[in-house]
């Protein structure tokens, strides 16, 4: 039988999972079927059992079932442990699920290794902090940054992310007006302000000449995060195309133990966002 694997969420048609695991599959000629999944919003985890019963082999998790899948999990990677959310599956002998979340080692890949722009010895500034925001923090972290600053709207929820990394000294939280006179070199905005047209309340001065601007957000027009940060100087804009392929590439790494090529399907996804919108 070919080995299955599946995108479930609720929506799930808008997901772009489905053509990037194909094109994954047939550029290292690995034999696999991948599906897109719409569970009910209060049967996830039946969904995941029936699928796990018919020979699926894993599973990517989105919205809004990120910390569902967390819950379900049977053994959990040090990073989904750290983002207390999972988006990949990998089912193994006897009913086992381990839980993954690629999210964040995606965004990494894609500043350093896409956009060549080292992590090490960087002040980043992390705004929002929802589920997003959480994922990011250890694969961010483990690059050894010179301060990881996380501004949110709600300061509460950013000083409890401060807390729960506490061993790492280079942290900082707190709202966006508490950064107003520092500079940063990479400016990551996780939070959902782009989806609805907004900016975050970001003071100005706060982007290097040299900074990297990057929006988590795929899209195929500049976000309000991403105009307002040319208008400050910044030298570099980056959408989450990338991310949303590396955190794909590294599920695939899990599942088939390949870790396929990123740059031509990173291309083609902007090209099929392009003429979408
Ligand atoms: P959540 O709903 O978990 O978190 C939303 C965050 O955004 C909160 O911190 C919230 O602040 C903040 N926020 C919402 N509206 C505003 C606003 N108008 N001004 C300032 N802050 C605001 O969302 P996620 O973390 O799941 O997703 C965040 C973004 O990341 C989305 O755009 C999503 O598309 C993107 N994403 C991209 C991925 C990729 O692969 N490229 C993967 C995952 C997510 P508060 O706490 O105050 O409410």
Do not use: C
């Not at 796990?52 to 040090?78: C, H, S, W």
């Amino acid at each position: 039988m070919t080995d299955t694997y599946a995108v479930i969420g609720n929506p799930i048609k808008h997901s772009q999972s489905p053509f990037i695991q194909h094109e994954f599959a047939r550029q290292t000629g690995q034999i696999m079927r991948y599906e897109a999944i719409l569970a009910a919003l209060d049967s996830f985890a039946q969904t995941v059992k029936t699928f796990q019963q018919r020979g699926g082999k894993g599973m990517n998790i989105t919205v809004p079932f990120k910390l569902e899948a967390y819950a379900l999990a049977t053994q959990l990677t040090d990073r989904a442990q750290a983002a207390q959310a999972v988006n990949t599956f990998k089912f193994g002998a006897n009913g086992t699920i381990l839980g993954d979340n690629t999210d964040g080692a995606g965004l990494v890949h894609d500043i350093e290794f896409n956009l060549g722009i080292p992590i090490a010895d960087k002040r980043i500034l992390l705004m929002g902090a929802g589920g997003a925001a959480h994922g990011a923090i250890l694969p961010l972290l483990q690059q050894h940054p010179a301060l990881l600053a996380i501004a949110n709207r709600t300061p509460a929820k950013a000083l409890a992310l401060q807390q729960q990394f506490a061993g790492h000294s280079s942290i900082a939280a707190g709202h966006y007006q508490d950064f107003a006179g520092t500079d940063f070199d990479i400016l990551i905005n996780a939070t959902s302000a782009s989806l609805q047209d907004k900016l975050p309340p970001l003071p100005a001065g706060l982007f290097k000449t040299t900074a990297l601007a990057y929006d988590m957000l795929y899209s195929s027009k500049l976000t309000p995060f991403l105009i307002f940060a040319q208008a400050q100087g910044a030298q570099h804009l980056a959408d989450g195309t990338g991310m949303l392929v590396e955190q794909a590439a590294e599920s695939f790494f899990l599942w088939r133990g390949i870790r396929p090529k990123t740059q031509t399907v990173i291309k083609q996804l902007r090209d099929k966002l392009h003429h979408a919108s």
